[in-house]
């Protein structure tokens, strides 16, 4: 079955990075491009961006320009987040979400999230 | 952007019908999601194209709607169906609405 695992919890200090992984299993990896969607405590979801895993090309919203990089290890099935210069408000939780080309472009499958926590 | 629009909350008794709305800014044609995120947990899609059925979703829910609004609907509605729902649009790059969180009475 198509599952997405995402890597556990991290506990940064401002201006550290951090990278969060999202492996993928049960489907072909490059056949599917992965979305980024981040939830801060208590809020809704907001999408980050996507990468094009069979080319390896990162689409970025706007919010999420400069110190968000998506990058893959297409050898491992797996996609990356890393956020450099880490803010307060970058404490989230942050999901990984296959992309659906053939239905709409819609998200059909999510990681079980990764918690940043950034406290100095 | 397109700006989704979702009424903050609601509450129903268990067996009842209950619709949850989703408005956007500007036509979306039929490119309407729908996902529920029970407390603690990741995002599952329930919905997709406004009116598909995910594969495993049981056939209480149901979407409707095209353009501008858009409708989940859960008929009868179960305890297990506390959650919050999110719909989501992707015509115009993508955004979601602020979701609807369905407490039970």
């Known amino acids: 079955q198509i599952q997405l695992v995402q890597s556990g919890p991290e506990l940064k200090k401002p201006g550290e990075s951090v990278k969060i992984s999202c492996k993928a299993s049960g489907y072909t990896f490059t056949n599917y491009g992965m979305y980024w969607v981040k939830q801060a405590p208590g809020q809704g979801l907001q999408y980050m961006g996507w990468i094009n895993t069979e080319t390896g090309k990162p689409t970025y919203a706007d919010d999420f320009k400069g110190r968000f990089v998506f990058f893959l290890e297409t050898s491992a099935s797996t996609a990356y987040l890393q956020i450099n210069n880490l803010k307060n408000e970058d404490m989230a939780t942050y999901f990984c979400?296959?992309?659906?080309?053939?239905?709409?472009?819609?998200?059909?499958?999510w990681g079980q999230g990764a918690s940043v926590t950034v406290s100095s | 952007d397109t700006v989704l629009t979702q009424s903050p909350a609601l509450a129903v008794s268990p067996g009842e019908r209950v619709t949850i709305s989703c408005r956007a800014s500007e036509s979306v044609s039929t490119l309407m999601h729908w996902y529920q995120q029970k407390p603690g947990q990741q995002p599952t899609l329930l919905i997709y194209l406004a009116s598909n059925l995910e594969s495993g979703v049981p056939a209480r829910f149901s979407g409707s709607g095209s353009g501008t609004d858009f409708t989940l609907t859960i008929d009868p509605v179960e305890a297990d169906d506390t959650a919050t729902y999110y719909c989501?649009?992707?015509?115009?790059?993508?955004?979601f609405g602020a979701g609807t969180k369905l407490e039970l009475k």
């Open positions: 989501q649009q992707s015509w115009n790059d993508y955004t």
């Open positions: 979400a296959r992309a659906g080309y053939y239905r709409g472009y819609v998200m059909d499958a």
